[in-house]
């Protein structure tokens, strides 16, 4: 299309708008300032304008989009979004009460696009055009909306709320769910309460007392260095300066699997990291690099002794060589096929576990502003938590020649070996016993009509994909926030709706993740520390969506208070008292990807490696205002059509719980 040859009498501004087209130096392109994507189907969708997009906290955020979200709550008359000193701030008039904005706003946006301050205001100062005269608007010190923190109590818990969230905390009434919190947030902040204070408290206390004032309570009511509510408290962690040691529980249940399927790459996990930029793959390659010599992990190997016994050593030097494809040349089909096959071809090559980095990772360059890094890395050297906020972060502060936070003291030997101090001892009997309480008389996960279950896994899968768009998402948030539960408790709630329907039990156990980062000393180290926990859940009298909600979070808090106890030593005890392991079905929601990754996008569901690890497994996570995910199967009991009729289902019971939470 033929726009125009420049500006007239401007020569500065045609050499910025126009520009020499990368496929075709004869012809010209022009910037528009509109920001678009091409989908799948061909359609070309708008974003909004390059002039309203920011960077808030190291997340590019579209003001538009949030403005337009704020002028779809009930009572707002005007509105406008700025940035104040790194902070989004939403000012509104209201037609008359002031609404309550940000349980509405948490609701349709993703937690970094929330404003963190609401100033209300009679009205918003106007050009003499008439348009919102944003330099004109107050500073939000001057009109806030929210009472601050009023002892320093309060204050305390506003920080650690703060420092977890990653959002400012300004007001004692201020929700921990509206502000995004999630299970994974919880556990942070009660680690770090607990490393602070000596005060132990649980999940449930957290998301009881939800405000800051009430979670100021809550502590003020616990007498310092209580009884652990759950009797069992393992000993500090401290680093020991040792390279070699055992495998911690959750890599050991990695090491068995590894070794019965060796030729299948059950734990290789492939991701993807879509980088909208020129890159040189030399720098590119000496990021990774400076990234294997600055984490333990990523230079440890894993060995058996004579008598088959596992091991992990550090070794002095990893070398990492980046592979490197330029498909710019061929056509744009060809180029998606094309990388999908590299892509796919390293994710299943084998990792010799003896020889680190367990790391691969390929540039395909798109074309010269367009390329995605391919990583693939073994589960034994890392968990989400790793590879969202420690590895990629990393890598992108090398990439641009910054140096990353200090290392944390420990390492994933020292965590090895502090585990095995308790872990094997009679410390953990009570919690174990617990467990064993909560399990007696649950069956094995079951659906009727499907093939029986082999008596050896191939290990064999596929995946179907997995989109909630944004709009139901927002829907599920309020009915989370209103239960006093996280998005993750909602998403499993279906996800057991779903299999009932699908056949099956009402009394149903479904193996769900955490993070295993019990100990503010664990919080930045990398590693795989991620331990499964099992939810047993009632589904029985056809509950109403926001009560059967209540019954999955109740289910969900208390396995989180017992979560010391490793999954394999409690598979391993019911194992031997010849009881299910209960490992088939699995629920797992990653974080979000948080600040630090700048225009950087990262998918783990892009490449398949055509394996399962459970039997069927839904694993989701957040993204941009969405949940998008998989479906995976292990295709020896289930096929593709089983697959997509659950996915129905799901999407089914979605729709309903979002429409009729009471009904």
Same mark, same amino acid.
């Given at each position: 299309m033929?726009?125009?040859r420049?500006?007239?009498?401007r020569?500065?501004?045609?050499v910025e708008?126009?520009?020499?087209d990368p496929?075709?130096p004869e012809?010209?392109?022009y910037?528009?300032?509109d920001r678009?994507?091409?989908?799948?189907d061909?359609?070309?969708?708008?974003?909004?304008?390059?002039?309203d997009?920011?960077?808030v906290?190291?997340v590019?955020?579209e003001?538009?989009?949030?403005d337009?979200a704020?002028?779809?709550?009930?009572?707002?008359?005007?509105?406008a979004?700025?940035?104040?000193h790194?902070n989004l701030?939403?000012y509104?008039?209201?037609?008359?009460?002031?609404p309550?904005l940000?349980?509405h706003?948490s609701?349709?946006l993703p937690e970094?696009?929330v404003p963190?301050?609401?100033?209300?205001l009679p009205?918003?100062?106007l050009?003499p055009?008439?348009?919102i005269?944003r330099?004109a608007l107050p500073?939000?010190?001057?009109?806030?909306?929210g009472?601050?923190?009023?002892?320093?109590?309060e204050?305390?818990?506003?920080?650690l709320w703060?420092?977890a969230?990653g959002? $400012?905390?300004?007001?004692?009434?201020?929700?921990?769910?509206?502000?995004?919190?999630?299970?994974?947030v919880?556990?942070r902040i009660?680690?770090?309460?607990?490393?602070?204070?000596?005060?132990?408290l649980t999940?449930a206390?957290?998301f009881?007392?939800r405000?800051?004032a009430?979670?100021?309570?809550r502590i003020?009511?616990t007498?310092?260095?209580?009884?652990?509510?759950?009797?069992?408290r393992?000993?500090?962690?401290?680093?020991?300066?040792?390279r070699?040691g055992?495998l911690?529980f959750?890599?050991?249940?990695?090491?068995?699997?590894?070794?019965?399927v060796?030729?299948r790459p059950?734990?290789?996990?492939?991701?993807?990291?879509?980088?909208?930029a020129?890159?040189d793959?030399?720098?590119?390659?000496?990021?990774?690099?400076?990234l294997?010599a600055?984490h333990?992990?990523?230079r440890t190997?894993f060995?058996?002794?004579d008598?088959g016994?596992?091991?992990?050593?550090l070794?002095?030097?990893s070398?990492l060589?980046l592979?490197?494809?330029?498909?710019?040349a061929l056509?744009?089909?060809?180029?998606?096929?094309e990388?999908a096959r590299l892509?796919?071809?390293?994710a299943?090559?084998?990792?010799?576990?003896?020889?680190?980095?367990?790391?691969r990772a390929? @540039?395909v360059r798109?074309?010269?502003a367009?390329?995605?890094l391919?990583?693939?890395?073994h589960?034994?050297?890392f968990d989400?938590?790793?590879?969202?906020y420690?590895?990629?972060p990393?890598?992108r502060a090398?990439?641009?020649s910054?140096l990353?936070?200090?290392?944390p003291?420990?390492n994933q030997?020292?965590?090895?070996?502090?585990e095995q101090?308790?872990g094997?001892?009679?410390a953990v009997a009570e919690?174990?016993?617990?467990? @064993?309480r909560? @399990?007696e008389g649950a069956?094995?996960?079951s659906l009727?009509?499907?093939?029986?279950?082999?008596?050896l896994?191939?290990?064999?899968?596929?995946?179907?994909p997995?989109?909630i768009p944004?709009r139901?998402v /927002?829907?599920l948030?309020?009915?989370?926030?209103s239960?006093?539960?996280?998005?993750h408790m909602?998403l @499993?709630?279906?996800?057991?709706a779903a299999?009932?329907?699908f056949?099956?039990p009402?009394?149903r156990v479904?193996?769900i993740?955490d993070?295993g980062r019990?100990s503010?000393?664990?919080e930045?180290?990398?590693g795989?520390f991620a331990?499964?926990?099992l939810?047993?859940l009632?589904?029985?009298?056809?509950?109403?969506?926001?009560?059967?909600?209540?019954r999955?979070?109740?289910?969900?808090v208390d396995a989180y208070?017992h979560r010391s106890?490793?999954?394999l030593?409690?598979?391993e005890?019911?194992?031997?008292?010849?009881?299910?392991t209960f490992?088939?079905?699995?629920?797992?929601m990653? $974080?979000?990807?948080? /600040?630090g990754?700048?225009?950087?996008?990262?998918s783990q569901f892009?490449t398949?490696?055509?394996?399962?690890?459970?039997?069927?497994?839904l694993?989701l996570e957040?993204s941009?205002?969405e949940?998008?995910?998989?479906?995976n199967?292990d295709?020896?009991?289930?096929?593709?059509d089983?697959?997509?009729?659950?996915m129905a289902e799901?999407?089914s019971?979605?729709a309903a719980m979002?429409?009729?939470?009471?009904?």
């Open positions: 033929q726009l125009a420049g500006y007239w009498r020569p500065a501004l045609t708008r126009f520009f020499p496929a075709c012809e010209r392109l910037r528009t300032g678009v994507i091409i989908r799948e061909g359609v070309v969708e708008y974003l909004g304008r390059m002039d997009q920011v960077k906290r190291g590019r955020v003001l538009g989009e949030v337009a704020l002028r779809l709550a009930p009572g707002v008359r005007q509105s979004v700025v940035v104040r790194g701030v939403a509104v008039a209201p037609e008359g009460e002031a309550t940000r349980g706003m609701a349709l970094a696009m963190s301050r609401f100033v209300v009205v918003l100062p050009t055009h008439g348009k005269d330099a500073e939000p010190r001057t009109a806030g909306t009472e601050p923190p009023a002892t320093p109590r204050q305390r818990v506003a920080r703060e420092e969230l959002v $400012p905390v300004a007001g004692r009434d201020d929700d921990f769910f509206e502000l995004g919190g999630q299970s994974l919880a556990t009660l680690a770090r309460l607990e490393a602070e204070s000596g005060i132990r999940h206390d957290l009881d007392a405000t800051v009430a979670f100021a309570d003020a009511a007498p310092g260095d209580p009884p652990c509510p759950t009797g069992f393992p000993p500090p962690l401290k680093p020991l300066g040792r070699g055992p911690s959750a890599q050991k249940a990695i090491w068995i699997i590894s070794q019965l060796p030729d059950v734990y290789n996990e492939p991701f993807t990291i879509r980088i909208p020129p890159v793959p030399h720098p590119l390659e000496a990021a990774l690099r400076a294997v600055r333990d992990i990523l190997a060995t058996v002794d008598e016994v596992p091991h992990q050593a070794r002095d030097v070398p060589v592979r490197w494809s330029d498909l710019s056509a744009l089909p060809a180029r998606d096929a990388a892509a796919e071809n390293d299943v090559e084998p990792f010799d576990l003896a020889r680190p980095p367990l790391l390929r @540039l798109f074309c010269p367009n390329s995605r391919y990583i693939t890395i589960h034994l050297v989400a938590h790793t590879i969202y420690e590895l990629l990393d890598l090398f990439w641009e910054r990353p936070r200090p290392l003291a420990v030997i020292d965590f090895a070996v502090w101090s308790w094997t001892g009679t919690e174990l016993a617990w467990w @064993l909560t @399990l069956v094995a996960p009727p009509g499907f093939p029986a279950r082999p008596r896994r191939s290990y064999r899968g596929t995946d179907l997995a989109i944004a139901r /927002a829907e948030r309020l009915l989370a926030n239960q006093g539960a996280t998005l909602v @499993l709630t279906a996800f057991a299999l009932r329907r056949g099956g009402d009394d479904i193996m993740v993070s019990g503010t000393a664990l930045h180290v990398a795989c331990n499964p926990l939810v047993r009632d589904l029985q009298g056809r509950p109403p969506a926001n009560a059967l909600l209540r999955v979070r109740a289910a969900c208070a106890v490793p999954f030593m409690l598979a005890t019911l194992a031997a008292r010849r009881r299910p490992h088939q079905i699995a629920f797992v990653e $974080p979000e990807v948080g /600040a990754l700048g225009d950087w996008t990262v892009d398949q490696t055509r394996t399962s690890k459970s039997e069927l497994s694993l957040e941009r205002g949940v998008v995910g998989r479906l199967i295709t020896d009991r289930f096929t593709v089983h697959a997509a009729h659950l799901y999407h019971v979605l979002a429409a009729r939470p009471d009904g």
